[in-house]
């Protein structure tokens, strides 16, 4: 009979702390359940109001999420969807420019880098050699150096017939001067289209501003009002439109100073080539004449 009590009495204690841990957990899942109006007291009033304010505060979310999902209508996309032919005509023009300016700038910049190294082994190669002959052998057949080098060699082989009443001076001179005018022409190749865009662009930019302007002052002549709505689409456009020009115009004008200034540089290293060159030909040259006297 004691047993009996005691394992009651366990049993009880069991009990007793499961329910303390599990009645807490579902009284909380149970919170939310709405009361029915009926068996509400008097005191759940405060709940009841709750409940109704938490409605009324769903709705003003709602167009939070909304105007998330919506997309500008005034945007550059609204401008490609909506813009008519001349727009896009003109945004062709402005993407033709601008492709055509990075064009040339990034292959300037590579033949420029190219020169420099060629310009290297000129200086490390060419001048170590026995003779003019075999330095231009040593530099590359792209080089403008070598190119310089032969057109030197064959100008002081080639003074003959009539041009042998030219004297040798001036005739190497000449050569050498028309070679590097040659290499120069060569180095400005594509400098003038990004002249072109430089000065143009922000006139196409702008003939495209004029352009939505005009658009909005005929939305606004058709609609009879100057609402927002009307104006704010073609006003956007003209406005993307000059941006676009400015950004096309921008770099080239940027790269054509900067590609100018380091074509100076390359050239001069490539006159101060030739003058050297014009030296070595000269004394080499006037040495087989001493003696055959």
């Known amino acids: 009979?004691?047993?009996?009590?005691q394992l009651t009495a366990f049993a009880a204690v069991v009990s007793l702390a499961i329910a303390t841990q599990v009645l807490p957990q579902s009284a909380l899942a149970q919170a939310p359940q709405p009361v029915?109006?009926?068996a509400a007291p008097a005191g759940a009033a405060p709940a009841g109001a709750d409940a109704a304010a938490a409605p009324a505060a769903a709705p003003?979310?709602?167009?939070g999420k909304a105007a998330e999902s919506i997309e500008n209508p005034y945007g550059f996309q609204a401008l490609l969807r909506g813009s008519d032919l001349v727009a896009k005509i003109t945004l062709a023009i402005l993407a033709i420019m601008s492709m055509g300016s990075w064009y040339i700038i990034i292959t300037k910049v590579y033949e420029q880098a190219k020169m420099g190294k060629h310009a290297k082994a000129a200086d490390k190669t060419f001048w170590k050699a026995p003779s003019v002959r075999e330095g231009a052998q040593t530099l590359k057949k792209d080089s403008a150096y070598r190119f310089i080098a032969e057109t030197g060699i064959e100008a002081s082989g080639k003074h003959e017939g009539m041009l042998g009443n030219v004297d040798l001076n001036n005739w190497i001179t000449m050569s050498i001067q028309r070679a590097i005018d040659n290499v120069q022409s060569r180095t400005?190749?594509?400098?003038?289209?990004l002249a072109t865009v430089g000065s143009t662009a922000p006139f196409v930019g702008l003939f495209g501003t004029v352009w939505g302007i005009v658009n909005?002052?005929?939305a606004i002549g058709v609609a009879g009002q100057a609402s927002i709505d009307k104006v704010a689409g073609p006003v956007g456009e003209a406005l993307i439109m000059t941006a676009i020009g400015l950004a096309v115009a921008v770099p080239a004008v940027l790269g054509y100073n900067w590609l100018?200034?380091?074509n100076k540089a390359a050239m001069d290293r490539v006159r101060s080539f030739g003058a050297d060159l014009h030296a070595v030909l000269l004394s080499t040259a006037s040495q087989p004449a001493a003696a055959r006297s």
């Open 36 to 38: 029915p109006a009926a």
């Open 188 to 193: 400005q190749d594509g400098l003038a289209f």
């Open 260 to 262: 100018v200034r380091r």
């Open 60 to 63: 003003k979310a709602a167009p």
């Open 216 to 218: 909005a002052l005929t």
């Open 1 to 5: 009979m004691l047993k009996m009590t």
